[in-house]
């Protein structure tokens, strides 16, 4: 058996399966958010309800919910027809999680959601199921062909729930206009935490560890500057003070390649005009994002007036486990 060409078979059918998913969200899926958009403004809870596999997806989509700031509940079946549907209350909206629809410990607990008055949102395969005919809103996670080769086992199916609910998650999150610092206080453990929450002036390189230098100063002298600041590039200020661009020892090795009498010339010849740059109030966050997107190691962290007061390195965030 060719065990790879195996894998990529299962592969193959879970993504076409997905892309079908993507064929059919419409405005079902519209309609879904703007309820659960609904619920969290008018402070409501959001409960999430599933049974087995479908089970284990709702604690997933319970936990990325709450990770965005929308209370989420994750409502054991068998213990809300013994006491815990305490926690439901009006203006609340519920998400049920069935691939048949047909689960009878939740079509159990339907009559008593039903009697609070709360919208219902079912996440199932089954469009003309019990669960389907009771909804106020049906999501289709349909799929024609489940990636177990006995066409048994959850597995296509519960990828395309999976990816469904996150869908919902998301598209909520940006709905609501969530921002990173709402997201930062929220996760306060780790290193995702520490990046959301570390600010670039709390991470930056300033004071004897920037060096800073004029379009004017010699080769020789950045150098010099930056073998005294431990750094690997110089800021370089306008007479201003405002940015101007940044020379480092990469740009030093190219010109020297071509010419090893550079060392008395200007940096403003060998100098990256216009370098990326970073306002210091930013989170240490989007500097993560700023050197991966561009492929930098360095970056100039400037004031609100454009004049440079710091520098970050990959190694600075590497060393503060940001990443």
């Not at 076409?16 to 969200?25: C, F, K, N, V, Y």
């Not at 969290?40 to 999430?48: D, M, N, T």
Request: proline share 3%; with cysteine; net charge negative.
């Amino acid at each position: 058996m060719n065990y790879p060409e195996k894998a990529r078979h299962v592969i193959q059918l879970e993504i076409e399966e997905l892309q079908r998913l993507h064929a059919r969200i419409d405005g079902n899926f519209a309609h879904a958010v703007e309820k659960l958009l609904s619920c969290v403004r008018g402070k409501g809870k959001l409960i999430v309800c599933g049974v087995g596999k479908s089970g284990n997806i709702g604690r997933k989509l319970a936990a990325t919910l709450n990770s965005t700031g929308a209370t989420t509940v994750l409502l054991n079946v068998g213990d809300a027809l013994h006491g815990d549907l305490g926690v439901v209350d009006e203006g609340d909206l519920a998400i049920l999680l069935s691939y048949s629809g047909e689960t009878s410990e939740l079509l159990d607990l339907l009559p008593h959601l039903k009697r609070f008055g709360i919208p219902i949102i079912a996440v199932t395969g089954g469009q003309q199921s019990t669960l389907a005919r009771n909804a106020d809103v049906v999501l289709d996670v349909q799929v024609t062909q489940e990636a177990c080769p006995l066409n048994l086992a959850p597995t296509s199916s519960t990828t395309t729930m999976l990816v469904l609910c996150d869908a919902l998650a998301m598209t909520l999150l940006e709905a609501r206009g969530v921002r990173a610092e709402d997201f930062a206080r929220l996760h306060p453990g780790g290193s995702l935490g520490r990046a959301l929450l570390t600010r670039v002036s709390d991470v930056m390189r300033s004071g004897g560890q920037l060096a800073i230098i004029t379009p004017e100063t010699l080769v020789r002298e950045a150098l010099q500057a930056m073998t005294k600041a431990r750094s690997g590039a110089a800021v370089v200020a306008n007479a201003d003070g405002t940015l101007a661009g940044v020379f480092t020892h990469g740009d030093f090795v190219r010109a020297f390649q071509k010419d090893h009498r550079i060392a008395e010339s200007a940096v403003r010849e060998f100098m990256t005009q216009r370098p990326i740059s970073i306002q210091a109030g930013k989170l240490a966050a989007e500097v993560l994002a700023t050197l991966q997107n561009n492929r930098v190691d360095d970056i100039v962290v400037v004031d609100d007036d454009g004049r440079p007061v710091g520098m970050v390195d990959t190694q600075d965030l590497t060393r503060l486990r940001l990443i």
